[in-house]
Protein backbone atom coordinates (compact mmCIF):
# COMPACT_ATOMS: atom_id res chain seq x y z
CA UNK A 1 0.00 0.00 0.00
CA UNK A 2 1.43 3.07 -1.19
CA UNK A 3 3.14 4.67 1.68
CA UNK A 4 2.85 1.98 4.21
CA UNK A 5 7.00 1.28 3.45
CA UNK A 6 9.88 3.51 4.87
CA UNK A 7 11.10 3.18 1.30
CA UNK A 8 9.94 5.56 -1.62
CA UNK A 9 8.53 3.74 -4.31
CA UNK A 10 9.58 5.39 -8.02
CA UNK A 11 6.49 6.83 -8.47
CA UNK A 12 6.96 8.60 -4.95
CA UNK A 13 10.59 9.58 -5.78
CA UNK A 14 9.80 11.14 -9.50
CA UNK A 15 6.73 13.01 -8.03
CA UNK A 16 9.05 14.57 -5.41
CA UNK A 17 11.50 14.86 -8.62
CA UNK A 18 9.05 16.66 -10.75
CA UNK A 19 8.17 19.00 -7.64
CA UNK A 20 11.90 19.86 -7.12
CA UNK A 21 12.43 20.48 -11.36
CA UNK A 22 9.28 22.52 -11.30
CA UNK A 23 11.28 24.92 -9.01
CA UNK A 24 14.13 25.57 -11.26
CA UNK A 25 14.55 28.19 -13.67
CA UNK A 26 16.62 25.79 -15.77
CA UNK A 27 14.06 23.93 -16.48
CA UNK A 28 11.41 26.33 -16.99
CA UNK A 29 9.32 26.85 -20.25
CA UNK A 30 9.74 30.42 -22.18
CA UNK A 31 6.09 30.44 -23.65
CA UNK A 32 6.72 33.21 -26.16
CA UNK A 33 9.06 30.76 -27.56
CA UNK A 34 6.11 28.44 -28.89
CA UNK A 35 6.46 29.46 -32.63
CA UNK A 36 9.90 28.13 -32.92
CA UNK A 37 8.86 25.67 -35.23
CA UNK A 38 7.20 27.98 -37.30
CA UNK A 39 10.18 30.58 -37.96
CA UNK A 40 12.51 30.90 -40.98
CA UNK A 41 16.40 30.36 -40.06
CA UNK A 42 17.47 34.12 -39.78
CA UNK A 43 14.85 34.33 -36.92
CA UNK A 44 16.30 31.32 -35.17
CA UNK A 45 19.65 32.70 -35.72
CA UNK A 46 18.67 36.16 -34.35
CA UNK A 47 16.36 34.57 -31.23
CA UNK A 48 19.17 32.19 -29.67
CA UNK A 49 21.38 34.69 -30.24
CA UNK A 50 20.23 37.48 -28.20
CA UNK A 51 19.01 34.63 -25.43
CA UNK A 52 23.03 33.81 -25.87
CA UNK A 53 24.09 37.02 -24.98
CA UNK A 54 22.60 37.04 -21.91
CA UNK A 55 25.29 34.68 -20.27
CA UNK A 56 28.11 37.19 -19.83
CA UNK A 57 25.88 39.96 -17.76
CA UNK A 58 24.58 36.82 -15.49
CA UNK A 59 28.22 35.53 -15.25
CA UNK A 60 29.22 39.31 -14.28
CA UNK A 61 26.95 39.56 -11.20
CA UNK A 62 28.88 36.66 -9.41
CA UNK A 63 32.33 38.24 -10.33
CA UNK A 64 32.79 38.60 -6.27
CA UNK A 65 32.04 34.88 -5.61
CA UNK A 66 34.46 33.79 -8.91
CA UNK A 67 37.08 36.27 -7.52
CA UNK A 68 36.79 34.36 -3.83
CA UNK A 69 37.22 31.04 -5.87
CA UNK A 70 40.47 32.02 -7.63
CA UNK A 71 41.86 33.40 -4.55
CA UNK A 72 41.51 29.60 -2.76
CA UNK A 73 42.82 27.95 -5.62
CA UNK A 74 45.92 29.73 -6.33
CA UNK A 75 47.61 29.08 -3.03
CA UNK A 76 46.45 25.84 -2.78
CA UNK A 77 47.73 25.27 -6.54
CA UNK A 78 51.13 26.78 -5.26
CA UNK A 79 51.63 24.73 -3.11
CA UNK A 80 51.18 21.20 -4.84
CA UNK A 81 47.67 20.81 -4.64
CA UNK A 82 45.50 19.89 -6.94
CA UNK A 83 42.09 21.27 -8.94
CA UNK A 84 39.30 18.65 -9.50
CA UNK A 85 36.48 19.36 -11.42
CA UNK A 86 32.95 16.96 -10.65
CA UNK A 87 30.00 16.62 -13.33
CA UNK A 88 27.47 14.70 -15.13
CA UNK A 89 26.78 14.95 -18.84
CA UNK A 90 27.46 18.66 -20.15
CA UNK A 91 28.65 19.58 -17.20
CA UNK A 92 30.94 17.25 -16.51
CA UNK A 93 32.31 17.12 -20.23
CA UNK A 94 33.13 21.13 -19.41
CA UNK A 95 35.27 20.04 -16.25
CA UNK A 96 36.87 17.61 -18.41
CA UNK A 97 37.78 19.57 -21.56
CA UNK A 98 39.04 22.35 -19.08
CA UNK A 99 41.43 19.93 -17.33
CA UNK A 100 42.61 18.63 -20.48
CA UNK A 101 43.32 22.19 -22.14
CA UNK A 102 45.87 23.24 -19.67
CA UNK A 103 49.03 20.95 -19.65
CA UNK A 104 49.86 22.32 -23.58
CA UNK A 105 48.37 25.89 -22.74
CA UNK A 106 50.24 26.60 -19.16
CA UNK A 107 52.60 23.80 -18.72
CA UNK A 108 50.96 22.03 -16.17
CA UNK A 109 51.56 19.24 -15.35
CA UNK A 110 47.84 16.59 -16.18
CA UNK A 111 47.81 15.63 -12.50
CA UNK A 112 47.26 19.45 -11.39
CA UNK A 113 43.66 19.88 -12.93
CA UNK A 114 41.57 17.14 -13.09
CA UNK A 115 38.11 16.46 -14.41
CA UNK A 116 36.12 13.38 -13.31
CA UNK A 117 32.72 12.92 -14.69
CA UNK A 118 29.55 10.72 -13.55
CA UNK A 119 29.89 7.34 -15.57
CA UNK A 120 33.75 7.77 -16.38
CA UNK A 121 35.53 8.33 -19.40
CA UNK A 122 32.90 6.48 -21.65
CA UNK A 123 30.73 8.95 -20.30
CA UNK A 124 32.96 11.58 -22.75
CA UNK A 125 31.39 10.77 -25.25
CA UNK A 126 28.04 8.54 -24.71
CA UNK A 127 25.09 9.03 -22.03
CA UNK A 128 25.84 6.68 -19.27
CA UNK A 129 22.38 5.69 -17.56
CA UNK A 130 21.63 6.45 -14.00
CA UNK A 131 25.47 8.12 -13.63
CA UNK A 132 24.88 11.23 -12.38
CA UNK A 133 22.26 9.40 -9.36
CA UNK A 134 24.77 7.65 -7.84
CA UNK A 135 25.78 10.02 -4.82
CA UNK A 136 28.80 8.00 -4.14
CA UNK A 137 30.74 7.27 -7.09
CA UNK A 138 32.34 10.95 -6.78
CA UNK A 139 33.84 10.09 -3.28
CA UNK A 140 35.00 6.96 -4.19
CA UNK A 141 36.81 9.08 -7.12
CA UNK A 142 38.13 11.59 -4.62
CA UNK A 143 39.06 8.89 -1.81
CA UNK A 144 40.91 7.02 -4.70
CA UNK A 145 42.88 10.38 -5.61
CA UNK A 146 43.34 11.28 -2.10
CA UNK A 147 41.94 14.40 -1.81
CA UNK A 148 42.92 16.34 1.02
CA UNK A 149 42.62 19.52 2.31
CA UNK A 150 45.32 20.88 0.18
CA UNK A 151 43.35 20.45 -2.97
CA UNK A 152 40.12 22.54 -4.97
CA UNK A 153 37.07 20.54 -5.56
CA UNK A 154 34.38 22.35 -7.97
CA UNK A 155 31.13 20.85 -8.25
CA UNK A 156 29.21 21.58 -11.66
CA UNK A 157 25.50 21.45 -12.20
CA UNK A 158 22.85 23.25 -14.09
CA UNK A 159 20.07 22.13 -11.77
CA UNK A 160 22.45 22.55 -8.58
CA UNK A 161 20.90 18.88 -7.68
CA UNK A 162 22.97 16.43 -9.06
CA UNK A 163 23.76 13.43 -6.66
CA UNK A 164 26.53 12.72 -8.19
CA UNK A 165 28.10 15.76 -7.27
CA UNK A 166 26.35 16.60 -4.08
CA UNK A 167 27.84 13.76 -2.61
CA UNK A 168 31.14 14.32 -4.28
CA UNK A 169 31.13 17.66 -2.97
CA UNK A 170 30.20 16.53 0.47
CA UNK A 171 33.20 14.11 0.70
CA UNK A 172 35.47 16.69 -0.18
CA UNK A 173 34.39 18.93 2.44
CA UNK A 174 34.24 16.61 5.24
CA UNK A 175 38.36 15.54 4.53
CA UNK A 176 39.11 19.19 4.32
CA UNK A 177 39.54 20.35 0.75
CA UNK A 178 38.12 23.81 -0.57
CA UNK A 179 35.13 23.10 -2.59
CA UNK A 180 33.52 25.02 -5.03
CA UNK A 181 29.76 24.89 -6.97
CA UNK A 182 28.98 25.98 -10.31
CA UNK A 183 25.14 26.40 -10.38
CA UNK A 184 22.33 27.68 -12.94
CA UNK A 185 19.95 28.27 -9.89
CA UNK A 186 19.95 30.14 -6.91
CA UNK A 187 19.52 28.13 -3.22
CA UNK A 188 20.96 25.02 -4.99
CA UNK A 189 21.84 22.16 -3.54
CA UNK A 190 25.35 21.99 -4.16
CA UNK A 191 25.78 25.82 -3.07
CA UNK A 192 24.55 24.77 0.28
CA UNK A 193 27.19 22.02 0.66
CA UNK A 194 29.90 23.92 -0.53
CA UNK A 195 32.43 27.05 0.74
CA UNK A 196 31.78 29.09 -2.35
CA UNK A 197 28.75 28.84 -4.85
CA UNK A 198 28.81 30.49 -8.06
CA UNK A 199 25.06 30.32 -8.58
CA UNK A 200 24.75 31.93 -12.34
CA UNK A 201 20.77 32.40 -13.19
CA UNK A 202 20.94 32.05 -16.78
CA UNK A 203 17.19 31.67 -16.76
CA UNK A 204 14.98 29.36 -19.07
CA UNK A 205 16.94 27.73 -21.88
CA UNK A 206 16.15 28.38 -25.79
CA UNK A 207 14.94 24.88 -26.00
CA UNK A 208 13.33 23.84 -22.53
CA UNK A 209 15.44 21.95 -20.61
CA UNK A 210 18.42 21.74 -22.62
CA UNK A 211 21.21 22.92 -20.17
CA UNK A 212 23.90 22.26 -22.81
CA UNK A 213 22.87 25.81 -24.18
CA UNK A 214 22.63 28.59 -21.94
CA UNK A 215 23.80 27.15 -18.48
CA UNK A 216 26.36 24.87 -20.29
CA UNK A 217 27.76 28.39 -21.78
CA UNK A 218 28.13 29.91 -18.05
CA UNK A 219 29.89 27.17 -16.80
CA UNK A 220 32.10 27.14 -19.67
CA UNK A 221 33.10 30.85 -19.08
CA UNK A 222 33.29 30.06 -15.29
CA UNK A 223 35.85 27.30 -15.49
CA UNK A 224 38.07 29.38 -18.08
CA UNK A 225 38.40 32.19 -15.66
CA UNK A 226 38.93 29.94 -13.06
CA UNK A 227 42.08 27.97 -14.18
CA UNK A 228 43.67 31.43 -16.73
CA UNK A 229 43.33 33.40 -13.64
CA UNK A 230 44.63 30.94 -11.32
CA UNK A 231 47.89 30.77 -14.07
CA UNK A 232 47.98 34.33 -14.37
CA UNK A 233 48.82 34.50 -10.56
CA UNK A 234 50.72 31.59 -10.57
CA UNK A 235 52.93 33.39 -13.29
CA UNK A 236 52.19 31.46 -16.18
CA UNK A 237 51.87 34.53 -17.99
CA UNK A 238 53.78 38.03 -18.54
CA UNK A 239 52.60 40.87 -20.52
CA UNK A 240 49.58 38.92 -21.31
CA UNK A 241 51.14 36.43 -23.25
CA UNK A 242 51.58 32.21 -22.30
CA UNK A 243 54.91 31.80 -21.72
CA UNK A 244 54.71 28.39 -19.94
CA UNK A 245 53.08 26.65 -23.16
CA UNK A 246 54.21 23.30 -24.86
CA UNK A 247 55.37 23.40 -28.22
CA UNK A 248 53.60 19.76 -29.28
CA UNK A 249 53.20 20.61 -32.32
CA UNK A 250 54.02 22.61 -35.36
CA UNK A 251 51.50 25.53 -34.76
CA UNK A 252 52.78 25.99 -30.99
CA UNK A 253 56.98 25.64 -31.75
CA UNK A 254 55.56 28.53 -34.34
CA UNK A 255 53.63 30.37 -31.49
CA UNK A 256 57.16 29.77 -29.35
CA UNK A 257 59.00 31.62 -31.24
CA UNK A 258 56.70 34.59 -32.28
CA UNK A 259 55.87 34.77 -28.36
CA UNK A 260 59.64 35.20 -27.83
CA UNK A 261 60.24 37.68 -30.73
CA UNK A 262 57.31 40.02 -29.43
CA UNK A 263 58.74 39.85 -25.85
CA UNK A 264 62.25 40.71 -26.21
CA UNK A 265 62.84 41.97 -29.71
CA UNK A 266 64.67 39.20 -30.56
CA UNK A 267 64.65 38.22 -34.73
CA UNK A 268 63.12 34.92 -35.61
CA UNK A 269 66.34 33.00 -35.64
CA UNK A 270 67.61 34.42 -32.71
CA UNK A 271 64.30 33.10 -30.78
CA UNK A 272 64.98 30.06 -32.12
CA UNK A 273 68.16 29.23 -30.96
CA UNK A 274 67.62 30.34 -27.51
CA UNK A 275 64.38 28.12 -27.18
CA UNK A 276 66.39 25.17 -28.54
CA UNK A 277 69.20 26.65 -25.59
CA UNK A 278 66.68 26.56 -23.19
CA UNK A 279 65.63 22.96 -24.08
CA UNK A 280 61.98 24.81 -25.65
CA UNK A 281 60.96 26.75 -22.63
CA UNK A 282 59.73 30.22 -23.97
CA UNK A 283 59.72 31.41 -20.23
CA UNK A 284 63.65 30.97 -19.67
CA UNK A 285 64.25 31.55 -23.23
CA UNK A 286 62.69 35.27 -22.34
CA UNK A 287 64.87 35.56 -19.32
CA UNK A 288 68.13 34.63 -21.31
CA UNK A 289 67.29 37.40 -24.24
CA UNK A 290 66.53 39.90 -21.75
CA UNK A 291 69.03 39.69 -19.44
CA UNK A 292 71.67 38.07 -20.88
CA UNK A 293 71.65 35.04 -18.60
CA UNK A 294 72.76 31.71 -19.45
CA UNK A 295 70.40 28.74 -19.33
CA UNK A 296 72.09 27.80 -15.98
CA UNK A 297 71.71 30.93 -14.50
CA UNK A 298 68.36 31.78 -15.99
CA UNK A 299 66.96 28.71 -15.15
CA UNK A 300 68.20 29.41 -11.28
CA UNK A 301 66.66 32.65 -11.03
CA UNK A 302 62.97 31.53 -12.21
CA UNK A 303 63.31 28.96 -9.56
CA UNK A 304 64.19 31.69 -6.96
CA UNK A 305 61.51 33.77 -8.11
CA UNK A 306 58.64 30.71 -8.08
CA UNK A 307 58.26 30.74 -11.98
CA UNK A 308 57.47 34.12 -12.27
CA UNK A 309 59.43 35.54 -14.88
CA UNK A 310 58.62 39.29 -13.88
CA UNK A 311 60.40 38.54 -10.39
CA UNK A 312 62.73 36.75 -12.51
CA UNK A 313 64.17 39.50 -14.64
CA UNK A 314 63.90 42.31 -12.05
CA UNK A 315 66.59 39.70 -9.99
CA UNK A 316 69.14 39.60 -12.98
CA UNK A 317 68.51 42.90 -14.34
Known amino acids: MK??????????????LLDVLSTLGTEASATERGDLDLLDTAELVRRMNAEDRLVPEAVAERSAEIADAVD???PRLREGGRLIYLGAGTAGRIGVLDASECPPTFGTDPSMIVGLIAGGETAIRSAVENAEDDGDAA???????????????????????TPYVVGGLEFARSVGALTVAIASNTGSEIGRVADIAIEVVTGPEFISGSTRLKSGTAQKLVVNMLTTLSMIKLGKTHHGVMVDLLATNEKL?????RT????TGAGVDEAAATLDAAGGSVKLAVLMLSTGATADAAAVALQDADGILRVAIASLS
Not at 3 to 16: F, I, M, Y
Not at 149 to 154: I, K, L, P, Q, Y
Open 253 to 257: RARSI
Open 72 to 74: GIT
Open 3 to 16: GSSTVPNENDRLTT
Open 139 to 161: AASLRELEVGEGDTVVGISASGR
Open 260 to 263: VTEL
